[in-house]
């Protein structure tokens, strides 16, 4: 979406603002478990259940590009525009997903994402600190995610390739998530608590899917 009637202050300001400022949670191996196993395919789930019904050959098309991104996440790839890109192309099925060059808008028009000369160059800098070794990944798996939503790199489809980025984080990393709703909450990019909070909402997910006995199984 390219167009709004009132142009509401520029929401990737907020985020590059906050960003650097957020206090990422920090968990102790002992606490953050790795290498779970996936009681199910949460999601392959969530694509079906929140586009299934109304958008049969979009649901194909991003059940694709999610075989792809989590095929390049167990073969070690490195998280990089490009290869987001390649996802988003199957994922749109229109010709290749290039950087958008206009500003856009999400939300109903409430949330701008403006564009600079040098914005692409700062998003693509961006999915490298998905692997910082410094930071637990849960944390860098949200902030990957956020952003994914916050610079809103294509013309179309963010909030799915939000989705896909976070996908890889996770696989890469050897983790596993058996839900994916509960991610599902209204994100804004001045929110530096909120952003916080998914990273620990993440963690959660990843120890209960660790607890969780696989599907058909009792405890």
């Known amino acids: 979406m390219t167009f709004a009637p009132d142009h509401p202050k520029d929401a990737l300001a907020d985020w590059l603002r906050i960003r650097p400022q957020i206090s990422w949670p920090w968990w102790s191996s002992a606490h953050l478990s790795h290498h779970g196993v996936a009681h199910r395919d949460a999601f392959r789930d969530f694509f079906n259940a929140t586009r299934g019904r109304r958008d049969a050959g979009g649901t194909t098309r991003v059940l694709a590009a999610l075989d792809l991104a989590l ?77 994914v939503l916050f610079f809103h790199p294509f013309e179309d489809g963010n909030a799915r390739a939000a989705m896909l980025a976070l996908a890889f984080v996770l696989t890469r990393e050897g983790a596993v998530i058996d839900q994916v709703h509960p991610l599902q909450a209204t994100r804004w990019a001045d929110d530096a608590e909120g952003a916080a909070d998914l990273a620990v909402l993440l963690g959660i997910l990843i120890n209960k899917a660790q607890r969780r006995p696989p599907h058909g199984r009792r405890p």
């Open 71 to 147: 095929a390049d996440a167990k073969e070690g790839n490195r998280l990089t525009f490009a290869l987001m890109a390649n996802w988003q192309q199957t994922v749109l099925g229109d010709g290749a997903a290039a950087f958008r060059t206009m500003p856009a808008f999400a939300k109903g028009g409430r949330e701008r994402y403006g564009i600079a000369p040098d914005t692409q160059a700062w998003f693509e800098r961006c999915p490298s600190e998905s692997a910082q070794p410094d930071l637990p990944f849960p944390s860098r798996a949200a902030r990957t995610y956020l952003d």
